[in-house]
Nanobody, 128 residues
Framework: VQLQASGGGLVQAGGSLRLSCVVS????????VGWFRQAPGTEREFIAA????????YYAGSVKDRITISRDIAKNTVYLQMNNLKPEDTAVYYC??????????????????????WGQGTQVTVSS
């Protein structure tokens, strides 16, 4: 499984960005796709996840009012719409794939270590 993240860039505070993550390869065992971010000197932080078949959605409480995760199965793509961006949102954003054939509880999808495949990341920089 390969993941390709794109859509990052430089934006002013209050602006919006939509990140995309294309999933390719042997995707039949993909249970969920998650988005994480990592700023310099910090740990990788969970942002959102969506299950591939049912479309169940999970958000981190710190950003849930400003982001929307969605998927387009026909395009094998997961999107992360981010609005009202703030300087503290500056980070490298990664998408990742969780592989499973069984139900995974929500807390299992919020831990970076539970994901099997990772994209290369896309830089988001928010200027004040």
């Amino acid at each position: 499984v390969q993941l390709q993240a794109s859509g990052g860039g430089l934006v002013q505070a209050g602006g919006s960005l939509r990140l995309s993550c294309v999933v390719s390869g042997r995707t039949f065992s993909t249970y969920a796709v998650g988005w994480f971010r990592q700023a310099p000197g910090t740990e990788r932080e969970f942002i959102a996840a969506i299950t591939w078949i049912s479309g169940s959605i999970y958000y981190a409480g710190s950003v849930k009012d400003r982001i929307t995760i969605s998927r387009d199965i026909a395009k094998n793509t997961v999107y992360l719409q981010m609005n009202n961006l703030k300087p503290e949102d500056t980070a490298v954003y990664y998408c990742a794939s969780h592989r499973s054939t069984r139900y995974v509880p929500a807390d299992g999808l919020q831990v970076s270590g539970s994901y099997d495949y990772w994209g290369q990341g896309t830089q988001v920089t928010v200027s004040s």
